[in-house]
């Protein structure tokens, strides 16, 4: 970590809500970067995710985190846990939110926040609410939805957007800017994220299988990368696609593996191009049942 720079702002910004509302999507279009996972399912994100940006004058470091629900496994405790400790470390709040009334979720993170708000302890943290999505609702819709939130608490900045097509990021961006405290850089200039490649690419498969499958499956797979070997002109990859039942085990490699190939083949041109290399990409899929219910299952695939 460096000295402060003259004028130099830097902090930690939290983007919290429910599942789907949006969190990834923004974080990865504020970076001009894919970070996150991104899919239509809720409860894609499981993990925090550091996305950092850098501008000429600042440094912006953002926690994505999972969406806020009421676990009913082991693994959505984490995921939920993970949220809300994300929150102690921020400058910054963001909650955001779908352009809806605030439903049971968005009351309980809001006691939660105006308590944080009010324990800040060596300088005050900033809430703001992000009303994500408006491409979807009646421009005249917002107002309403302003004054339903504001009657819940006293947010630093409301600020409606839409992550998908930008609209609305230069403004959050300037508010932003203009509550972070001068500070150093936590991050060397050309650093994004503080992922490994490794994590990165286990997402991308994720996210290909929460895509490409239905019902229980996106939530039962899990994916660790095995073998990781860099050849002259390629990377050769092994990773294990994890289930908890010997069912799920069958869709996933599908009829004559046909699933299995196509979860490959679009995992490996987006991770080729992620990467910039070739990429050779070998998926297996193992049982490993009720993971997701199980403390020890759940370390040994990282989520801990
Ligand atoms: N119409 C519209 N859709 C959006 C917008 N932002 C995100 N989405 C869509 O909402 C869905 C969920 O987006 P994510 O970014 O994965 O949501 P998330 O909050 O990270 O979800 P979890 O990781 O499950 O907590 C995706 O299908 C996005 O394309 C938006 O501004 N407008
Ligand atoms: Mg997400």
Same mark, same amino acid.
Request: proline fraction near 6%.
């Given at each position: ?6 004028? +130099? ?15 990834? &999507?923004?974080? /990865? ?8 996972? %991104? &899919?239509?399912?809720?409860? &894609? &994100?499981?993990? =925090?995710?550091?996305?950092?940006? /850098?501008?000429? /004058?600042?440094?912006?470091? +953002?926690? @994505?985190?999972? !969406? ?12 939920? =846990? ?45 809430? +703001? ?44 961006? @300037? ?14 200039? @050309? ?7 490794? +994590? ?22 899990? %994916? ?8 002259? @002109? ?22 004559? !593996? ?19 290399? =070739? ?14 219910? =199980? ?10």
């Amino acid at each position: 970590m460096n000295e402060p720079e003259e004028g +130099f702002r830097s902090g930690y910004v939290g983007i919290v809500g429910r599942p789907n509302v949006g969190k990834s &999507t923004l974080l /990865n279009a504020i970076l001009g970067e894919k970070v996150a996972i %991104v &899919t239509p399912r809720p409860q &894609t &994100t499981r993990n =925090r995710i550091v996305g950092v940006k /850098n501008l000429p /004058n600042a440094q912006i470091v +953002f926690l @994505d985190t999972p !969406g806020l629900h009421r676990p009913r496994e082991r693994l959505g405790e984490f995921m939920v =846990r993970t949220a809300r400790e994300s929150l102690k470390e921020v400058e910054i709040a963001l909650l955001m939110v779908e352009p809806r009334p605030p439903g049971d979720i968005e009351k309980d993170v809001i006691k939660e926040l105006a308590l944080l708000k009010k324990r800040g302890r060596h300088q005050q943290k900033a809430v +703001f609410l992000l009303i994500n999505k408006i491409d979807l609702i009646k421009k005249t819709a917002i107002l309403p939805l302003i004054d339903q939130y504001r009657s819940l608490m006293e947010f630093d900045e409301i600020i409606p957007l839409s992550a998908l097509h930008g609209t609305g990021l230069n403004e959050l961006m @300037d508010c932003i800017i203009r509550y972070l405290p001068e500070g150093p850089r936590y991050y060397p200039p @050309d650093i994004y994220t503080d992922q490994l490649e490794r +994590f990165l690419v286990a997402e991308i498969i994720r996210e290909k299988v929460m895509l490409l499958t239905s019902e229980e499956i996106p939530y039962s797979v899990a %994916v660790d990368v095995l073998k990781w070997e860099e050849k002259e @002109d390629l990377i050769v990859i092994s990773a294990e696609i994890y289930v908890e039942k010997e069912s799920q085990k069958g869709i996933i490699i599908g009829r004559r !593996g046909r699933m299995l190939k196509e979860i490959g083949t679009q995992s490996r041109r987006e991770i080729e191009g992620i990467l910039g290399v =070739r990429i050779f990409l070998d998926l297996f899929v193992k049982v490993k049942p009720d993971w997701r219910k =199980r403390l020890s299952a759940l370390r040994e695939l990282g989520y801990k």
